[in-house]
């Protein structure tokens, strides 16, 4: 499948009409697409599904300050405000991205901190376009404020939903625990499936599977000093910039620091690899709303490879998730049970392949990237409707 795109773009003005941001550093993906090699395309959302539907858009990245003089200083002064509250709001720099946006009458957001942002600038005023905010976190970011900082964060983030039209989440759980919360309008909310590029995540003929299981991913949810207190002496593989304590005799445990971006990079390709080697691929995972350890856990399944995921509040598609079947399902904060979950992947070895070809069964049928694309698709022409219909 071709990747449809107009562009991938960092600069500060476009006349689309549907404007989609996301985080930064897909750059080098779209690159690498755009010469024809192969890469992930779900680091997309489903932008490209945009374009063919006859839609006119464009991708920008949120991160960095805004160019220009107004935007350095927005960008220091709202980086002092969030590291007082704890939150990344910065409503300043998301109006001098709206500002230089003048044709757009959609703006998605993927981020948590962007779709703040936006809404709080966006709030009580007029004549903007239609804001539709994504977030992958909304119920546990209260959590991670400073005790102090909490009723003014929780202030911040009621004003910001204010000005959302429509607020989208990547798991059921989330979604109602943030409208419980946030006295949140139901029908202002919705869930959009989260596929991934199954073509490219895929098992390797060419890989033998070797004797580890390995566990990837920077998000601050990941449960790693649990993982290296397991008992069992198991061969294990971190693969991740944070650190993990691991104990003083515990020579199993390999902590490798590469991430896509870091100086120590590990490319797409070398972690397809690293799941394709992998007796088993760990997600292990602090019990937390936030549908965390997705984009991994599925990655590792579409490869065929049997996964141990700790079975949080937010798990993001529960009735999918079979234990025993398609996946091996552990309490979260229960080293035991996941030391078990290991040495049985390890020890069967019918078992662990039958796992392995139910996952990949399960990441085909149920979150190939077309799910994904049909739900961007979705959101953009609603974001439209409620544009024709305000006016």
């Given at each position: 499948?071709?990747?449809?795109?107009r562009?991938?773009?960092s600069?500060?003005?476009?006349?689309?009409?549907?404007?989609a941001?996301?985080?930064?550093?897909r750059?080098?993906?779209?690159?690498?697409?755009?010469?024809?090699?192969?890469?992930?395309?779900e680091?997309?959302?489903g932008?490209?599904?945009?374009?063919?539907?006859?839609?006119?858009?464009?991708?920008?990245?949120?991160?960095?300050?805004?160019?220009?003089?107004?935007?350095?200083?927005?960008?220091f002064?709202?980086?002092?405000?969030?590291?007082?509250?704890?939150?990344?709001i910065?409503?300043?720099?998301?109006?001098?991205?709206?500002?230089s946006?003048?044709?757009?009458k959609?703006?998605?957001s993927?981020?948590?901190?962007?779709?703040?942002?936006?809404?709080?600038?966006?709030?009580?005023?007029?004549?903007?376009p239609?804001?539709l905010?994504?977030?992958?976190?909304?119920?546990?970011?209260?959590?991670?404020?400073?005790?102090?900082?909490?009723?003014?964060s929780?202030?911040?983030?009621?004003?910001?939903?204010a000005?959302?039209?429509?607020?989208?989440f990547?798991?059921?759980?989330?979604r109602?625990?943030?409208?419980d919360?946030?006295?949140?309008?139901?029908?202002?909310?919705?869930?959009?499936?989260?596929?991934?590029?199954?073509?490219?995540?895929?098992?390797l003929?060419?890989?033998?599977?070797?004797?580890?299981?390995?566990?990837?991913?920077?998000?601050p949810n990941?449960d790693?000093?649990?993982?290296?207190i397991?008992?069992?002496?198991?061969?294990?593989?971190?693969?991740?910039?944070?650190?993990?304590?691991?104990?003083?005799?515990?020579?199993?445990?390999?902590i490798?620091?590469?991430?896509?971006?870091?100086?120590?990079s590990?490319?797409?390709?070398?972690?397809?690899?690293?799941?394709?080697?992998?007796?088993?691929?760990?997600?292990?995972?602090?019990?937390?709303?936030?549908?965390?350890?997705?984009?991994?856990?599925?990655?590792a399944?579409?490869?065929?490879?049997?996964v141990?995921?700790?079975?949080?509040?937010?798990?993001?598609?529960p009735?999918?998730?079979?234990?025993?079947?398609n996946?091996?399902?552990?309490?979260?904060?229960?080293?035991?049970?996941?030391?078990?979950?290991?040495?049985r992947?390890?020890?069967?070895?019918?078992?662990?392949?039958?796992?392995?070809?139910?996952?990949?069964?399960?990441?085909?049928?149920?979150?190939?990237?077309?799910r994904?694309?049909?739900g961007?698709?979705?959101?953009?022409?609603?974001?439209?409707?409620l544009?024709?219909?305000?006016?």
């Open positions: 499948m071709q990747l449809a795109m562009r991938l773009s600069a500060e003005t476009s006349n689309s009409e549907i404007i941001f996301t985080k930064g550093g750059d080098i993906r779209f690159s690498r697409l755009q010469q024809g090699d192969e890469a992930p395309r680091f997309f959302y932008f490209p599904a945009l374009e063919p539907a006859g839609l006119s858009a464009s991708l920008f990245s949120s991160a960095g300050a805004v160019p220009g003089f107004a935007g350095r200083v927005a960008d002064a709202e980086g002092l405000m969030a590291r007082l509250t704890g939150i990344g910065r409503p300043l720099s998301a109006r001098l991205r709206m500002a946006l003048p044709q757009a959609v703006i998605l993927y981020t948590d901190g962007f779709s703040l942002s936006l809404g709080y600038a966006s709030a009580g005023r007029k004549n903007r239609i804001i905010g994504g977030f992958h976190a909304l119920s546990d970011i209260e959590e991670r404020v400073p005790a102090p900082m909490q009723r003014l929780r202030a911040l983030i009621r004003r910001s939903l000005g959302i039209d429509h607020i989208f990547f798991g059921p759980a989330d109602q625990f943030a409208i919360r946030y006295d949140i309008e139901p029908n202002r909310t919705s869930v959009i499936p989260f596929g991934i590029d199954t073509d490219f995540w895929r098992p003929t060419d890989t033998r599977t070797e004797d580890f299981v390995v566990a990837v991913g920077q998000d990941r790693y000093d649990l993982l290296a397991a008992p069992g002496q198991h061969p294990i593989k971190i693969v991740t910039r944070r650190k993990v304590k691991v104990p003083a005799n515990a020579s199993h445990i390999q490798l620091a590469g991430d896509y971006f870091g100086a120590e590990m490319s797409d390709d070398e972690l397809r690899r690293t799941y394709n080697r992998a007796k088993a691929v760990v997600v292990p995972l602090k019990d937390v709303w936030q549908p965390s350890g997705y984009s991994v856990t599925l990655q399944m579409s490869c065929g490879r049997p141990i995921l700790s079975k949080i509040r937010g798990l993001w598609a009735e999918l998730f079979k234990d025993g079947e996946c091996l399902l552990v309490q979260p904060g229960n080293a035991a049970a996941l030391g078990g979950a290991i040495d992947v390890r020890s069967d070895t019918d078992f662990c392949a039958q796992l392995g070809r139910a996952a990949r069964e399960t990441a085909v049928k149920h979150f190939n990237l077309d994904g694309h049909k961007t698709l979705e959101l953009a022409k609603l974001g439209l409707s544009w024709r219909d305000r006016k």
